[in-house]
């Protein structure tokens, strides 16, 4: 090898990696411009819609932008995965999770009851991650973990790369720069410079003067001298400042977020990786682990069962003593919750990991039996006490619940048999519209009518209940005396809504629930 070769060989190298940093910088460009502006802009869209406003008339008009925006950039990256067959399916699936996405933006601001408003929220951003691995991802085959995994990676890679925005500007800098060429960048450094240095010594030589001027004038004139006066001693709002500071970090955080998350997400190899761990092939252990495992639950699930159906439903047993039918309801109520809950886990777990037989299928068939029983006793339980209690948001709160685990359970009863059957959209469907239904349907109302119902009956209900824990959308059913005494809360929620009305653009922080109360004062 001669001595050219030799040196011929690392410049070739040393081309091909500028021609390799030349690349990506240009990608990085492409990326900033096509995701800068757009992302800056929904931040600005953003903090006006939601900047010291939870519940407001404003916030319907925020998740319909948000998804103009992000189906609009999703498509302009040509990040859509659904095509041929999938398509007409895939649209189907994202028109009905917009709409309730959209339902439950409405629904926001029209009660005032603070559980409601974050479960509203929480609905929202779990609709909108699934829609966005819908863009993203070919959700053909996808099991319930594969959601969890893939919406996770795709949240906390998006937010990982927040910092994403400032290399990227980089990028565009360094090779504006580049495009401008060594000497005119020189020029444009050697300008700067003179007009620093110009607009120094002009100020070195104009403030003195200035003062000197200033001091006539303000001898000269009244009205000059007040309002000099009014300048020098500008005191600084601390209210004011500190809305400007929170405006700005919101700013910079949505922006952030927004734009980590399309840069990540939209790169081939980061979809890729997203894929290949959601699509990843189940263990397959041996299932006689499971029969044994779900063969010793499923016999002790059986015997309490019985017990549930002898003494609570059909009343033959004997309640242990110092008990009455509400004490008993009342007791052990959540423990049975969250054995339903863990009865659910363990099955889908089962299913997921575990290779199947009849038999197990079978175990699985009577756990998934002997949950519904559970699931009835519960209820049963719930409503003996609310019979002696009455209703709270809590209470009603759990039936639901209930309702949904009972319904929850009958699609992976489905799916113990039809493992095709798409049991993450049935669960996501079928919290999605209970929720949505709960929440129009204010529940507060309903607990307030039902507790003076029951009182006008004869029967006892604890008034401070009424008067400190419901939100306003309970006014309706409230006798005025009730809501509009000195120590409910009813007051001090208005008095709020009212202050944020005058104080901070009131328009957006319009709310049907609170709005309606005030109308009644």
């Known amino acids: 090898m001669d001595n050219n070769t030799t040196i011929a060989i690392p410049q070739a190298n040393q081309l091909a990696e500028q021609e390799t940093k030349m690349t990506e910088m240009k990608k990085k460009q492409k990326r900033f411009q096509m995701f800068g502006i757009g992302s800056f802009l929904y931040a600005l869209f953003y903090t006006f819609c939601l900047y010291r406003n939870a519940s407001g008339i404003t916030y319907p008009f925020f998740v319909g932008g948000t998804l103009l925006f992000f189906g609009y950039f999703t498509r302009k990256s040509g990040s859509s995965s659904a095509d041929g067959k999938g398509q007409t399916k895939a649209h189907i699936n994202r028109t009905f999770l917009a709409v309730c996405i959209v339902m439950a933006g409405i629904l926001n601001c029209a009660t005032d009851s603070g559980v409601l408003i974050f479960f509203n929220k929480v609905l929202m951003l779990v609709l909108f991650g699934v829609l966005l691995l819908q863009y993203w991802h070919d959700l053909t085959g996808w099991s319930v973990t594969a959601y969890v995994k893939g919406g996770a990676a795709m949240l906390f890679g998006g937010i990982a790369n927040m910092i994403a925005p400032v290399y990227d500007m980089s990028a565009c800098l360094r090779l504006r720069h580049m495009d401008s060429g060594e000497e005119g960048l020189a020029e444009k450094s050697a300008g700067r410079r003179r007009l620093v240095r110009s607009v120094g010594i002009g100020l070195l030589i104009v403030i003195p003067m200035a003062m000197f001027i200033a001091i006539l004038l303000a001898s000269a004139d009244a009205v000059f001298c007040s309002l000099l006066y009014d300048i020098l001693t500008f005191s600084v709002d601390i209210d004011g400042v500190e809305n400007v500071i929170k405006i700005a970090v919101m700013l910079v955080a949505v922006f952030a977020v927004c734009y980590g998350i399309f840069a990540y997400n939209v790169e081939p190899q980061n979809k890729k990786t997203i894929d290949d761990m959601a699509g990843t092939e189940r263990t397959g252990w041996d299932s006689y682990i499971a029969v044994t495992v779900n063969g010793v639950m499923g016999v002790m699930y059986v015997f309490f069962s019985g017990i549930q159906i002898i003494s609570l439903f059909l009343g033959m047993g004997k309640l242990p003593e110092g008990y009455t039918y ?54 049963y339980r719930m409503l003996l006490y609310i019979s002696s209690y009455h209703l709270t948001f809590l209470r009603l709160l759990v039936l639901w619940g209930l309702v949904m685990i009972a319904v929850v359970m009958t699609g992976v009863l489905v799916y113990t048999y039809n493992q095709k059957f798409s049991l993450f959209r049935f669960v996501l469907m079928t919290l999605t519209v209970g929720w949505l239904c709960f929440s129009s349907a204010h529940p507060d109302y309903w607990i307030a009518s039902y507790n003076i119902a029951a009182c006008e009956e004869g029967q006892e209900y604890d008034s401070s209940y009424l008067r400190r824990s419901l939100s306003l959308d309970a006014v309706a059913a409230l006798p005025e005396e009730v809501w509009q005494e000195r120590d409910s809360s009813y007051n001090r929620r208005l008095e709020r809504y009212q202050r944020q009305q005058e104080e901070f653009m009131g328009f957006r922080t319009f709310n049907f629930s609170r709005a309606y109360a005030a109308r009644l004062e």
């Open 326 to 379: 509400a004490s008993y309801a009342r007791h052990g109520f959540f423990e049975l919750v969250f054995v339903c809950l863990f009865n659910i886990i363990l099955v889908l777990c089962t299913l997921a990991y575990f290779e199947g037989s009849r038999l197990l299928r079978a175990l699985l068939t009577v756990i998934c039996g002997c949950t519904y029983i559970m699931t009835v006793s519960s209820a």
